[in-house]
């Protein structure tokens, strides 16, 4: 590992702090170095605050200041260069004066796109892109998603039977109760997996029949928006409508900005796909997923509601198993 990719990890591993806070920003790590040691560092805490060099530059002592512009500052991604809710990011890096900064990767939003990089290059910064750009690129990858696909992030979770089956025929069953196959411990991966997401869906039979809170209660974060494909209007668990669910009524309805019963538009950067086998399978089917999470019990149940299959290649995208 040379030196820039040692430093680049520990802007990843900053990064990652803001993980249940930052969105729809990316996470952002930045480390200031001279001669070998770290004189500050920083991460993007929040959406709407500081960004990751801000934070950097302000956790240099006062002592530590006038080393600023023999430093090089590392950064997980391109600086930005425009106005938003904070400065730009670029525009702070030259007034400091920093003459080296190592970009893991440059940033897919438009409003940058290699401006923020150009911008140092005129001021005269040597400028190095593409150290970690994989790693970089994958903790974002939602992010890069939405910027460069122009859609949200699908990811797809289910649990199922160590024979394959997600749950008994309950039509056949005189309890009609869903086999449980999650332990505690399964249960909070799920919550955890559910605060890295926007919004969170489930087809209208499985909310008709679990009516699942769909929150994050077992791990901190926020709740995700709740979306619910092929439904009618909808009220919540309780007897008062909801104002954090959205009905769809296909696929395509979900990659669009999803309109709230405020009468808001709200664009989601990530979904979970937590429905029933029939929902799961049409987005397999309709080669919409990103990445997919199998809960894999030790329960065998010799028939039942047959688990998704995957059709064709996943090509590359990742299948995660847990085993509970």
Known sequence: MTTDERFMMRCLQLARRGSLTTAPNPMVGAVIVHDGRIIGEGWHRAYGGPHAEVNAVRSVRPADRALLHAATIYVSLEPCSHWGKTPPCAELLVEKGFRRVVVGSSDPNAKVCGRGIARLREAGAEVVVGVLEEECRWLNRKFFTQHELRRPYVTLKWAESADGFMDRCRMSHADGEAVRFSTPWTQMLVHRLRATHEAILVGHRTWELDQPSLTTRMWPGRNPLRIVLQGKRLTSVGEEPSPDVVAVSSLDDCLRPLRLSSGETREVQSILVE??????????????????????????????????????????????????
Not at 295 to 303: F, T
């Open 275 to 324: 429905g029933g086998a029939q929902t799961l399978q049409s987005f397999i089917d309709a080669d919409l997923w990103d990445e997919a999470y199998v809960e894999r019990s030790a329960i065998v149940l010799g028939d039942g509601v047959r688990a998704p299959q995957f059709q064709t290649d996943p090509k590359g995208r990742p299948i995660h198993v847990n085993f509970a």
